[in-house]
């Protein structure tokens, strides 16, 4: 898809959130093939008691469209993408540990405790671990295989 095709249709994205509320609308791009990428989405969904974030794979429409508009790589799933408000096409976004600490202040509660001590760890640090464990996560957790959803409320939340 060339990027002006890629920039029409995160357009009609971004309208999309804008009609579903007024608040802000973060999203969670993961790698929807991975094991690991999965659990952690499952468990973010659990976790998060107020039911704000939403998830999507980067291999569907909404995370190809957004990683393109980005001029990002759309073939590169080794980084999650925390987007910070899918309703504003400026919105800001946030990669690796970054997203991580980013998703976990979004839960809320105890988790923003958790994400103020790994913002403590320097970023190099933490994003060179999580390159060594996205390099190494197919061998150690496999691929996902599709099982039913613990809590069937979340499939609201999971887009694409």
């Not at 039911?51 to 429409?61: D, E, H, N, R, T």
């Not at 899918?86 to 202040?105: C, H, K, Q, S, Y």
Request: proline share 5%; aromatic share 10%; glycine share 8%.
């Amino acid at each position: 898809m060339d990027r002006r095709g890629s920039r029409l249709r995160i357009g009609r994205i971004y309208r999309q959130f804008q009609t579903m509320t007024n608040s802000p609308q973060p999203v969670l791009l993961y790698d929807g093939e991975c094991g690991l990428c999965n659990a952690v989405m499952r468990f973010m969904l659990k976790h998060d008691r107020r039911g704000k974030l939403k998830v999507a794979p980067l291999q569907g429409a909404l995370g190809q469209a957004f990683l393109s508009s980005r001029g990002m790589n759309t073939r590169d799933f080794d980084s999650i993408v925390f987007i910070d408000d899918m309703a504003r096409i400026d919105t800001p976004f946030a990669l690796r540990t970054n997203g991580v600490v980013r998703a976990l202040e979004e839960m809320g509660g105890g988790w923003r405790r958790v994400a103020r001590l790994i913002r403590f760890v320097p970023v190099v640090w933490r994003d060179r671990l999580y390159r060594v464990v996205a390099r190494l996560r197919y061998r150690i957790f496999g691929r996902y295989r599709p099982t039913s959803l613990p809590n069937p409320a979340w499939a609201e939340r999971i887009l694409d």
